[in-house]
């Protein structure tokens, strides 16, 4: 019984995500299906890179990953059924993929798979279910494609570094409005090298301390810490960070070290 998880921008009010699970269930009655999330914004690759690139790995290797995300009709868009870290996505070549890893993939094709006109306008339903449930069953990827040896390229924002400064960016808020940073774990060891520092953000607010866990300050009080997916995280212990800070996606933070 192959594992298929599914992230996309669907929402959970419209026909559209009953329509891809019945479809899958149809091809492969016995697929375990799993949602990752269907409430990423439309068309929003950056926020479903994140979420996927932060959570894939806690599936058994050979998970088939399908990504629904910007994925209507475009004759310009190729589709594509990729192999990375023994894990097999199934999206279009938006950017998506380069966004989520820091290399290229192992292997990848250009799904090849005829399309029934029936479906034209909404390929996530036959192309890509059809790609996902042939490798949930064992397949490989070379029956359902052709190898390509590039990916569209799109680049995250990178925190501006100097010795003694970090700048980066909010870019996603959880749904407790944890406010989450492009400023990774390793990197803030990197420059930190032990030293103090004060971490700036909007209304004149600082902190000073790193955290271990959210309820190591009294409740409504605010941290940092470096959260599940080792970016640098501001919230508030119970409370509602984002709204309550004023932090929204793309505004800046610094970090000074002394």
Known sequence: MGIITL????GDKDIYQAALKGSILKVLPTANI???THSIPAFNIQQAAFVLKNSYYYFPDNTVHLIGIDTVYNKDVKYLAVKFNNHYFVGADNGIFCLMFNTDPDEMVEISIMQDLKYLHFPLTDIFVKAACHLA???SLLEIGEPVDGIE???NLQPVIEKNQIRGMVIYIDSFQNVITNITKELFMKIQQGRKF???????ETITK?????????EGEKLCLFGISDHLEIA??????SGLLGLNLGDSVIIDFE
């Open 7 to 10: 992230t996309t921008d669907l």
């Open 34 to 36: 799993v949602d990752v």
């Open 137 to 139: 069953k064992g397949g």
């Open 153 to 155: 390229k799109k680049m």
């Open 198 to 204: 004060t971490l700036y953000f909007k209304r004149n």
């Open 210 to 218: 790193l955290s271990w866990y959210y309820n190591e300050v009294d």
């Open 236 to 241: 508030i212990n119970k409370g509602n960070a």
